[in-house]
């Protein structure tokens, strides 16, 4: 498995993949994938990753501001995409170390990710990278006209020194 830095020349498979994520209708409130230009807009500069096996994507993972106020500047939003045919390959498990270390690296002290309560995968890979349940919050949006609950996930750095 390869890593690389996601460029605009990968964006149709990176969209592929996370429309792949929008079908499941369980991965996000989006229903439908942004321009590359919305979605290089959104997204740090950094922190913005490709994993390949074989020359194929298997997978994205991308980190948000979670905040433009500078008290929040440590502060991201985490994204985690897994192309179907590589689920519970290992493909997210190298996704989100990549993302921590290049985090932490950014100097970035706090991760997060608001999940869907069904998404019990992608709730299992944030624990076993160190998340923590924060808190249910209860009808915080509306997808295809149903409110929908998420689960507010955290994790600090360990590196970034917090006192």
């Known amino acids: 498995m390869e890593i690389s830095i996601i460029t605009e020349t990968d964006w149709p498979a990176v969209r592929a993949i996370y429309l792949q994520g ?61 192309h179907e045919d590589y689920r519970e390959k290992g493909v997210g498990d190298l996704l989100m170390n990549t993302l921590i270390e290049s985090s932490e690296a950014q100097g970035l002290w706090t991760l997060q990710s608001g999940i869907f309560p069904e998404n019990e995968a992608s709730i299992r890979l944030h624990e076993k990278h160190g998340f923590r349940k924060l808190g249910y919050r209860e009808k915080v949006g509306k997808h295809e006209n149903t409110w929908r609950d998420t689960i507010l996930m955290e994790r600090r750095s360990k590196t970034v020194g917090i006192d």
């Open 22 to 82: 929008i079908a499941t209708g369980q991965a996000t409130f989006q229903t439908e994938a942004p321009s590359w230009e919305d979605w290089d807009r959104s997204h740090l500069r950094h922190s913005r990753f490709l994993a390949s096996i074989d020359g194929s994507v298997a997978g994205w993972a991308a980190l948000s501001p979670v905040s433009s106020r500078c008290v929040y500047a440590g502060v991201a939003e985490v994204s985690v995409y897994v």
